[in-house]
Protein backbone atom coordinates (compact mmCIF):
# COMPACT_ATOMS: atom_id res chain seq x y z
CA UNK A 1 0.00 0.00 0.00
CA UNK A 2 2.67 2.29 1.09
CA UNK A 3 6.06 0.99 -0.11
CA UNK A 4 7.79 -2.19 -0.44
CA UNK A 5 6.52 -3.65 3.31
CA UNK A 6 3.21 -3.66 4.65
CA UNK A 7 3.19 -1.41 7.75
CA UNK A 8 2.16 -3.10 10.73
CA UNK A 9 1.97 0.16 12.71
CA UNK A 10 0.43 3.53 11.42
CA UNK A 11 1.83 6.49 13.20
CA UNK A 12 -0.50 9.60 12.64
CA UNK A 13 1.07 12.23 13.29
CA UNK A 14 4.86 13.04 12.95
CA UNK A 15 4.70 15.92 16.32
CA UNK A 16 7.37 15.12 18.41
CA UNK A 17 5.26 12.14 20.02
CA UNK A 18 4.37 10.70 17.05
CA UNK A 19 8.06 11.04 15.80
CA UNK A 20 9.67 9.01 18.75
CA UNK A 21 6.89 6.41 18.43
CA UNK A 22 7.59 5.57 15.26
CA UNK A 23 12.06 5.73 15.77
CA UNK A 24 10.59 3.36 18.79
CA UNK A 25 9.13 0.40 17.06
CA UNK A 26 11.36 1.12 14.11
CA UNK A 27 14.13 0.26 16.60
CA UNK A 28 12.26 -3.03 18.13
CA UNK A 29 11.85 -4.44 14.41
CA UNK A 30 8.47 -3.22 13.66
CA UNK A 31 7.49 -2.20 10.00
CA UNK A 32 6.26 1.70 10.57
CA UNK A 33 4.60 3.96 8.18
CA UNK A 34 4.40 7.58 10.04
CA UNK A 35 1.85 10.28 7.97
CA UNK A 36 1.42 13.99 8.27
CA UNK A 37 -1.77 16.22 7.24
CA UNK A 38 1.51 19.01 7.00
CA UNK A 39 4.13 19.91 4.77
CA UNK A 40 6.99 20.22 7.33
CA UNK A 41 8.17 20.11 10.84
CA UNK A 42 7.21 22.87 13.19
CA UNK A 43 8.58 26.23 13.12
CA UNK A 44 9.22 27.25 16.25
CA UNK A 45 10.06 26.26 19.72
CA UNK A 46 6.73 25.58 21.75
CA UNK A 47 7.41 23.27 24.02
CA UNK A 48 10.94 23.74 24.41
CA UNK A 49 12.70 21.93 26.98
CA UNK A 50 13.48 18.03 28.27
CA UNK A 51 13.19 16.70 31.28
CA UNK A 52 15.23 14.91 33.14
CA UNK A 53 13.93 11.98 33.03
CA UNK A 54 13.26 11.96 29.26
CA UNK A 55 17.14 12.67 28.78
CA UNK A 56 17.57 8.64 29.43
CA UNK A 57 15.31 7.96 26.94
CA UNK A 58 16.92 9.92 24.36
CA UNK A 59 20.42 8.22 25.60
CA UNK A 60 18.42 4.76 24.79
CA UNK A 61 17.90 5.88 21.52
CA UNK A 62 21.21 7.34 20.59
CA UNK A 63 20.67 10.59 20.68
CA UNK A 64 21.35 12.83 23.98
CA UNK A 65 25.17 14.00 21.88
CA UNK A 66 22.65 15.27 19.23
CA UNK A 67 20.25 17.27 22.11
CA UNK A 68 23.15 18.23 24.15
CA UNK A 69 24.71 20.13 21.18
CA UNK A 70 21.46 22.29 20.94
CA UNK A 71 20.50 22.64 24.53
CA UNK A 72 21.12 24.19 27.11
CA UNK A 73 21.23 22.98 30.77
CA UNK A 74 18.49 23.96 33.92
CA UNK A 75 19.99 22.69 37.07
CA UNK A 76 17.70 24.40 39.43
CA UNK A 77 13.90 26.25 39.61
CA UNK A 78 13.56 29.83 40.92
CA UNK A 79 10.07 30.34 42.54
CA UNK A 80 8.65 34.04 42.96
CA UNK A 81 6.06 36.24 44.20
CA UNK A 82 5.56 39.82 42.64
CA UNK A 83 8.49 40.81 44.85
CA UNK A 84 11.49 38.41 45.43
CA UNK A 85 12.30 34.38 45.40
CA UNK A 86 10.48 32.78 47.81
CA UNK A 87 12.10 29.20 47.26
CA UNK A 88 14.83 27.51 45.33
CA UNK A 89 14.35 23.10 44.05
CA UNK A 90 17.38 21.91 42.92
CA UNK A 91 17.25 20.00 39.58
CA UNK A 92 20.71 18.56 40.26
CA UNK A 93 19.27 16.34 43.31
CA UNK A 94 17.26 14.40 41.20
CA UNK A 95 18.95 10.29 41.31
CA UNK A 96 18.88 10.51 37.37
CA UNK A 97 21.43 9.51 35.53
CA UNK A 98 20.75 13.53 33.59
CA UNK A 99 19.74 15.67 36.58
CA UNK A 100 19.22 18.50 34.55
CA UNK A 101 16.75 19.53 32.46
CA UNK A 102 17.64 20.69 28.87
CA UNK A 103 16.06 23.55 27.16
CA UNK A 104 16.07 23.02 23.21
CA UNK A 105 13.45 24.33 20.62
CA UNK A 106 10.91 21.91 19.44
CA UNK A 107 11.57 22.79 15.80
CA UNK A 108 15.40 21.38 16.26
CA UNK A 109 14.05 18.14 18.51
CA UNK A 110 11.79 17.27 15.71
CA UNK A 111 14.48 17.61 13.22
CA UNK A 112 16.54 15.57 15.39
CA UNK A 113 13.71 12.84 15.89
CA UNK A 114 13.04 12.97 11.80
CA UNK A 115 16.81 12.68 10.97
CA UNK A 116 17.11 9.61 13.05
CA UNK A 117 14.33 7.93 12.00
CA UNK A 118 15.16 8.80 7.63
CA UNK A 119 18.81 7.18 8.88
CA UNK A 120 16.84 4.23 9.45
CA UNK A 121 14.97 4.19 6.32
CA UNK A 122 11.58 5.24 7.53
CA UNK A 123 10.59 8.72 5.76
CA UNK A 124 8.10 10.69 7.19
CA UNK A 125 5.11 11.03 4.90
CA UNK A 126 4.08 14.67 4.79
CA UNK A 127 1.22 16.38 3.24
CA UNK A 128 -0.91 12.55 4.23
CA UNK A 129 -3.89 13.13 6.27
CA UNK A 130 -5.76 10.30 7.63
CA UNK A 131 -9.34 10.96 6.64
CA UNK A 132 -11.50 7.89 7.95
CA UNK A 133 -10.79 5.18 10.40
CA UNK A 134 -12.49 2.16 11.45
CA UNK A 135 -11.29 -0.01 14.14
CA UNK A 136 -12.07 -3.54 14.98
CA UNK A 137 -10.06 -5.95 17.47
CA UNK A 138 -7.89 -6.94 14.78
CA UNK A 139 -7.26 -4.19 12.58
CA UNK A 140 -8.18 -0.71 11.53
CA UNK A 141 -9.68 0.28 8.21
CA UNK A 142 -8.28 3.66 7.22
CA UNK A 143 -8.42 6.23 4.32
CA UNK A 144 -5.45 8.37 3.66
CA UNK A 145 -5.83 11.70 1.97
CA UNK A 146 -2.27 12.66 -0.08
CA UNK A 147 -2.91 16.44 -0.10
CA UNK A 148 -0.78 19.21 -2.26
CA UNK A 149 -0.74 22.88 -1.83
CA UNK A 150 -2.82 24.75 -4.45
CA UNK A 151 -1.98 28.69 -4.58
CA UNK A 152 -5.42 30.30 -6.28
CA UNK A 153 -6.10 33.86 -7.41
CA UNK A 154 -3.31 36.41 -8.42
CA UNK A 155 -4.67 39.45 -7.33
CA UNK A 156 -5.03 38.26 -3.89
CA UNK A 157 -3.43 35.16 -3.76
CA UNK A 158 -4.19 32.23 -1.21
CA UNK A 159 -3.21 28.71 -0.43
CA UNK A 160 -6.01 25.56 -0.14
CA UNK A 161 -5.02 22.11 0.53
CA UNK A 162 -5.94 19.81 -2.76
CA UNK A 163 -6.24 16.18 -2.27
CA UNK A 164 -4.84 14.39 -5.35
CA UNK A 165 -5.45 10.85 -4.25
CA UNK A 166 -6.90 8.57 -1.39
CA UNK A 167 -4.89 5.15 -0.39
CA UNK A 168 -7.37 2.56 1.70
CA UNK A 169 -5.34 0.46 3.40
CA UNK A 170 -5.87 -2.18 6.33
CA UNK A 171 -3.21 -1.69 9.35
CA UNK A 172 -2.73 -4.19 12.27
CA UNK A 173 -2.08 -1.40 14.54
CA UNK A 174 -2.95 2.43 14.73
CA UNK A 175 -1.23 5.24 16.71
CA UNK A 176 -2.86 8.56 17.17
CA UNK A 177 -0.76 11.22 18.18
CA UNK A 178 -1.86 13.14 16.12
CA UNK A 179 -2.30 16.24 18.42
CA UNK A 180 -5.36 17.96 20.62
CA UNK A 181 -7.53 17.79 17.32
CA UNK A 182 -7.25 14.01 17.15
CA UNK A 183 -9.02 12.66 13.98
CA UNK A 184 -7.84 9.04 15.74
CA UNK A 185 -9.29 10.09 18.80
CA UNK A 186 -12.71 11.27 17.70
CA UNK A 187 -12.93 8.21 15.18
CA UNK A 188 -12.80 6.32 18.36
CA UNK A 189 -15.74 8.40 19.99
CA UNK A 190 -13.82 9.03 23.07
CA UNK A 191 -14.56 12.00 24.44
CA UNK A 192 -12.30 14.93 25.39
CA UNK A 193 -13.74 16.43 28.68
CA UNK A 194 -12.70 19.85 29.84
CA UNK A 195 -11.69 19.41 33.50
CA UNK A 196 -9.81 22.65 34.24
CA UNK A 197 -10.19 26.68 33.78
CA UNK A 198 -8.55 27.48 29.98
CA UNK A 199 -5.60 29.64 30.07
CA UNK A 200 -4.01 32.46 27.89
CA UNK A 201 -0.45 33.48 27.48
CA UNK A 202 1.39 35.48 25.59
CA UNK A 203 5.06 34.50 24.82
CA UNK A 204 7.92 36.36 24.02
CA UNK A 205 11.67 35.25 23.04
CA UNK A 206 14.39 37.98 23.05
CA UNK A 207 17.47 38.47 23.78
CA UNK A 208 18.92 39.88 27.37
CA UNK A 209 22.06 41.42 29.03
CA UNK A 210 21.72 39.33 32.02
CA UNK A 211 23.53 35.73 33.10
CA UNK A 212 20.52 33.34 33.78
CA UNK A 213 22.70 31.02 34.02
CA UNK A 214 21.51 27.43 34.67
CA UNK A 215 17.91 28.40 36.15
CA UNK A 216 14.15 28.38 35.36
CA UNK A 217 11.71 30.55 37.27
CA UNK A 218 8.41 30.21 38.09
CA UNK A 219 6.57 33.58 38.98
CA UNK A 220 3.55 33.75 40.67
CA UNK A 221 1.77 37.01 40.43
CA UNK A 222 -1.73 38.83 41.25
CA UNK A 223 -3.19 35.40 40.55
CA UNK A 224 -1.25 34.39 37.42
CA UNK A 225 1.72 32.02 36.36
CA UNK A 226 4.51 32.85 34.69
CA UNK A 227 7.81 31.48 33.24
CA UNK A 228 11.17 32.40 32.61
CA UNK A 229 13.37 30.13 30.82
CA UNK A 230 17.19 29.94 29.49
CA UNK A 231 17.93 29.45 26.22
CA UNK A 232 20.94 28.97 24.26
CA UNK A 233 23.05 32.17 23.00
CA UNK A 234 22.27 34.82 25.96
CA UNK A 235 18.24 34.59 24.86
CA UNK A 236 15.39 34.55 27.12
CA UNK A 237 11.45 33.22 27.16
CA UNK A 238 9.19 35.05 29.21
CA UNK A 239 5.53 33.32 29.19
CA UNK A 240 2.96 35.35 31.08
CA UNK A 241 -0.33 34.43 31.64
CA UNK A 242 -2.84 37.10 30.87
CA UNK A 243 -5.65 37.16 32.81
CA UNK A 244 -7.82 39.78 30.34
CA UNK A 245 -7.58 38.82 26.77
CA UNK A 246 -8.32 35.31 25.32
CA UNK A 247 -6.13 33.81 22.27
CA UNK A 248 -8.00 32.03 19.85
CA UNK A 249 -8.87 28.15 19.08
CA UNK A 250 -6.40 28.65 16.37
CA UNK A 251 -3.73 29.91 17.98
CA UNK A 252 -3.32 25.74 18.99
CA UNK A 253 -1.91 25.53 15.29
CA UNK A 254 1.51 25.38 15.10
CA UNK A 255 3.13 27.42 12.09
CA UNK A 256 5.68 25.68 9.87
CA UNK A 257 7.35 28.88 8.17
CA UNK A 258 10.70 29.87 11.11
CA UNK A 259 10.46 33.17 10.47
CA UNK A 260 8.22 35.92 12.34
CA UNK A 261 7.38 39.89 10.97
CA UNK A 262 7.08 42.17 13.21
CA UNK A 263 4.35 41.71 15.93
CA UNK A 264 3.20 38.75 13.46
CA UNK A 265 -0.24 37.79 14.11
CA UNK A 266 -0.23 39.52 17.81
CA UNK A 267 -0.20 43.67 17.33
CA UNK A 268 -1.03 43.68 21.21
CA UNK A 269 2.56 42.10 21.85
CA UNK A 270 4.79 45.15 21.43
CA UNK A 271 7.96 45.40 23.64
CA UNK A 272 5.58 48.10 25.47
CA UNK A 273 3.44 45.38 26.51
CA UNK A 274 6.05 43.16 27.36
CA UNK A 275 7.55 46.01 29.51
CA UNK A 276 4.22 46.31 31.55
CA UNK A 277 4.70 42.58 32.17
CA UNK A 278 7.56 42.33 33.46
CA UNK A 279 6.95 45.64 35.71
CA UNK A 280 4.12 44.04 37.06
CA UNK A 281 5.17 40.57 37.43
CA UNK A 282 8.58 40.17 37.69
CA UNK A 283 9.92 43.59 38.75
CA UNK A 284 12.96 41.56 40.32
CA UNK A 285 13.95 40.80 36.85
CA UNK A 286 16.96 43.29 36.06
CA UNK A 287 17.65 42.18 32.38
CA UNK A 288 17.12 44.32 29.11
CA UNK A 289 15.03 43.81 26.50
CA UNK A 290 17.39 43.78 23.05
CA UNK A 291 16.29 41.72 20.50
CA UNK A 292 12.59 40.22 20.10
CA UNK A 293 12.99 37.36 17.76
CA UNK A 294 9.19 35.64 18.65
CA UNK A 295 5.95 36.62 20.25
CA UNK A 296 2.99 34.67 20.15
CA UNK A 297 -0.93 33.82 22.46
CA UNK A 298 -1.85 30.42 22.77
CA UNK A 299 -4.51 29.22 24.27
CA UNK A 300 -4.32 26.03 26.90
CA UNK A 301 -7.50 23.98 27.47
CA UNK A 302 -7.20 21.34 29.96
CA UNK A 303 -8.77 18.14 29.21
CA UNK A 304 -8.62 14.66 29.14
CA UNK A 305 -9.55 11.49 27.49
CA UNK A 306 -11.89 9.30 28.91
CA UNK A 307 -10.02 6.68 27.27
CA UNK A 308 -6.46 5.85 25.79
CA UNK A 309 -7.40 3.70 22.81
CA UNK A 310 -9.83 1.11 21.81
CA UNK A 311 -8.81 -2.34 20.02
CA UNK A 312 -6.29 -2.20 18.00
CA UNK A 313 -5.82 1.94 18.02
CA UNK A 314 -4.41 3.60 20.88
CA UNK A 315 -3.36 7.14 21.52
CA UNK A 316 -0.57 9.08 23.28
CA UNK A 317 0.61 12.95 23.68
CA UNK A 318 -1.70 16.28 23.50
CA UNK A 319 -4.40 13.59 21.51
CA UNK A 320 -5.08 12.14 25.00
CA UNK A 321 -4.12 15.25 27.17
CA UNK A 322 -3.98 19.46 27.32
CA UNK A 323 -2.55 20.85 30.07
CA UNK A 324 -0.58 24.59 31.30
CA UNK A 325 2.21 24.91 29.48
CA UNK A 326 4.84 25.87 32.58
CA UNK A 327 6.48 23.14 33.30
CA UNK A 328 6.10 21.53 29.57
CA UNK A 329 4.01 18.48 31.01
CA UNK A 330 2.22 17.60 27.67
CA UNK A 331 5.01 17.10 25.65
CA UNK A 332 7.35 14.79 27.95
CA UNK A 333 4.27 13.04 29.16
CA UNK A 334 3.57 12.26 25.81
CA UNK A 335 7.25 10.93 25.45
CA UNK A 336 7.02 8.58 29.03
CA UNK A 337 3.10 7.41 27.20
CA UNK A 338 4.96 6.32 24.06
CA UNK A 339 7.85 4.03 26.14
CA UNK A 340 4.97 2.12 27.47
CA UNK A 341 2.41 2.16 24.22
CA UNK A 342 5.23 1.01 21.76
CA UNK A 343 6.41 -1.54 24.27
CA UNK A 344 2.96 -2.58 24.29
CA UNK A 345 2.87 -2.61 20.23
CA UNK A 346 5.58 -4.64 19.61
CA UNK A 347 4.97 -7.44 21.92
CA UNK A 348 1.22 -8.01 20.64
CA UNK A 349 2.48 -7.67 17.04
CA UNK A 350 5.02 -10.16 18.20
CA UNK A 351 2.48 -12.54 19.46
CA UNK A 352 4.27 -12.10 23.07
CA UNK A 353 1.27 -10.39 24.39
CA UNK A 354 -2.37 -10.81 24.28
CA UNK A 355 -3.54 -6.89 25.61
CA UNK A 356 -2.72 -6.75 29.28
CA UNK A 357 0.11 -4.08 28.68
CA UNK A 358 -2.16 -1.73 26.93
CA UNK A 359 -4.64 -2.40 29.68
CA UNK A 360 -2.01 -1.30 32.12
CA UNK A 361 -0.85 1.61 29.20
CA UNK A 362 -4.77 2.80 29.93
CA UNK A 363 -4.78 2.70 33.91
CA UNK A 364 -1.64 4.02 34.79
CA UNK A 365 -1.69 6.92 32.48
CA UNK A 366 -5.06 8.31 33.25
CA UNK A 367 -4.44 7.79 36.92
CA UNK A 368 -1.28 9.88 36.22
CA UNK A 369 -3.29 12.53 34.55
CA UNK A 370 -6.01 12.60 37.09
CA UNK A 371 -3.45 13.93 39.51
CA UNK A 372 -1.67 15.97 37.57
CA UNK A 373 -4.54 18.03 36.28
CA UNK A 374 -5.81 17.98 39.76
CA UNK A 375 -8.99 15.87 39.23
CA UNK A 376 -7.78 13.23 42.07
CA UNK A 377 -6.37 14.21 45.48
CA UNK A 378 -4.93 17.85 45.70
CA UNK A 379 -1.25 18.34 47.23
CA UNK A 380 -0.41 18.38 50.36
CA UNK A 381 1.87 20.79 52.56
CA UNK A 382 3.98 19.29 55.48
CA UNK A 383 3.60 21.38 58.72
CA UNK A 384 7.37 22.80 57.93
CA UNK A 385 6.24 24.37 54.85
CA UNK A 386 6.44 28.08 54.12
CA UNK A 387 2.23 28.90 53.87
CA UNK A 388 2.90 30.98 50.78
CA UNK A 389 4.38 27.62 49.22
CA UNK A 390 2.04 25.79 50.68
CA UNK A 391 -0.59 28.26 48.74
CA UNK A 392 0.89 27.16 45.63
CA UNK A 393 0.86 23.61 45.78
CA UNK A 394 -2.01 23.25 43.49
CA UNK A 395 -0.24 25.69 40.85
CA UNK A 396 3.20 24.14 41.43
CA UNK A 397 1.73 20.84 40.45
CA UNK A 398 1.45 22.26 36.88
CA UNK A 399 4.35 23.87 36.91
CA UNK A 400 7.53 22.60 37.84
CA UNK A 401 9.33 20.56 34.76
CA UNK A 402 8.57 17.06 35.93
CA UNK A 403 6.75 14.12 36.19
CA UNK A 404 5.77 10.51 38.09
CA UNK A 405 8.48 10.00 41.05
CA UNK A 406 10.97 13.06 40.25
CA UNK A 407 7.84 15.28 39.93
CA UNK A 408 6.83 14.28 43.79
CA UNK A 409 11.00 14.27 44.70
CA UNK A 410 11.18 18.18 43.58
CA UNK A 411 7.96 19.05 45.29
CA UNK A 412 9.09 17.08 48.68
CA UNK A 413 12.09 20.13 48.76
CA UNK A 414 9.82 22.02 49.35
CA UNK A 415 7.83 20.97 51.77
CA UNK A 416 4.79 19.64 49.49
CA UNK A 417 3.73 15.97 48.87
CA UNK A 418 1.48 14.94 46.14
C1 LIG B 1 1.89 28.30 19.82
C2 LIG B 1 2.16 27.11 20.72
C3 LIG B 1 2.91 27.29 21.87
C4 LIG B 1 3.15 26.22 22.72
N1 LIG B 1 3.88 26.44 23.84
C5 LIG B 1 4.07 25.42 24.71
C6 LIG B 1 4.78 25.61 25.93
O1 LIG B 1 5.24 26.70 26.24
N2 LIG B 1 4.92 24.54 26.75
C7 LIG B 1 4.41 23.32 26.45
O2 LIG B 1 4.57 22.38 27.23
N3 LIG B 1 3.75 23.11 25.32
C8 LIG B 1 3.56 24.12 24.46
N4 LIG B 1 2.85 23.90 23.31
C9 LIG B 1 2.26 22.56 23.10
C10 LIG B 1 3.27 21.58 22.52
O3 LIG B 1 3.68 22.06 21.27
C11 LIG B 1 2.59 20.23 22.45
O4 LIG B 1 2.35 19.76 23.77
C12 LIG B 1 3.44 19.19 21.72
O5 LIG B 1 3.69 19.61 20.41
C13 LIG B 1 2.64 17.89 21.69
O6 LIG B 1 3.19 17.00 20.81
P1 LIG B 1 2.31 15.91 20.04
O7 LIG B 1 3.29 15.21 19.17
O8 LIG B 1 1.47 15.16 20.98
O9 LIG B 1 1.26 16.74 19.15
P2 LIG B 1 1.53 17.82 18.01
O10 LIG B 1 2.86 18.46 18.18
O11 LIG B 1 0.32 18.69 17.99
O12 LIG B 1 1.59 16.96 16.68
C14 LIG B 1 0.45 16.39 16.10
C15 LIG B 1 0.69 16.25 14.61
O13 LIG B 1 -0.40 15.52 14.06
C16 LIG B 1 -0.70 16.03 12.79
N5 LIG B 1 -2.09 15.66 12.46
C17 LIG B 1 -3.23 16.07 13.05
N6 LIG B 1 -4.30 15.50 12.48
C18 LIG B 1 -3.84 14.68 11.50
C19 LIG B 1 -4.45 13.82 10.55
N7 LIG B 1 -5.79 13.66 10.48
N8 LIG B 1 -3.67 13.13 9.68
C20 LIG B 1 -2.30 13.28 9.71
N9 LIG B 1 -1.67 14.10 10.60
C21 LIG B 1 -2.42 14.78 11.48
C22 LIG B 1 -0.49 17.55 12.94
O14 LIG B 1 -0.23 18.18 11.70
C23 LIG B 1 0.73 17.59 13.88
O15 LIG B 1 1.95 17.73 13.19
C24 LIG B 1 2.62 24.95 22.42
C25 LIG B 1 1.89 24.76 21.26
C26 LIG B 1 1.65 25.83 20.41
C27 LIG B 1 0.89 25.63 19.14
Known sequence: MFGKKKPEVLVVGAGPVGLMAALELTKKGIVVQIIDKEWQRAGHSYALALHAKTLKIFEHLGLL????????????????DEKEQKAKINIADLEEDYSFVT??????????????????????????????M????????????????????????????????????????????????????????????????TQHFAVFEFKTDV???????????????????????GFCRWSFQLMDTEASQESRIKERYEVQIGTGKYPKLTEEFLRDMLDSRAPWFKGKI??????????????????????????????THMTSPVGIQGMNGGFLEVQDLTKAAAQILKGK?????????????????????????????KTAADPWIAEQGNNLLSSIPALTEDLSSLMQQIGLKI
Request: overall charge negative; glycine content about 6%.
Open 65 to 80: DRILEHSHKVRSIGIY
Open 103 to 132: VIRQNILEKVLEDALLELGVKVMWHHRLAH
Open 134 to 197: TASETHADVIIDKLETDTLGYIISRTEQVVTKSIRGEIPFVIGADGHYSFVRRSLDINFDTVGE
Open 211 to 233: DLQNEMSIAFANGSANALWPLPN
Open 290 to 319: EEIRWRHMVRFERRLADSYGKYTCWLAGDA
Open 353 to 381: ESGTLLVEYNKNWLEQWRILLGIDGRVKA
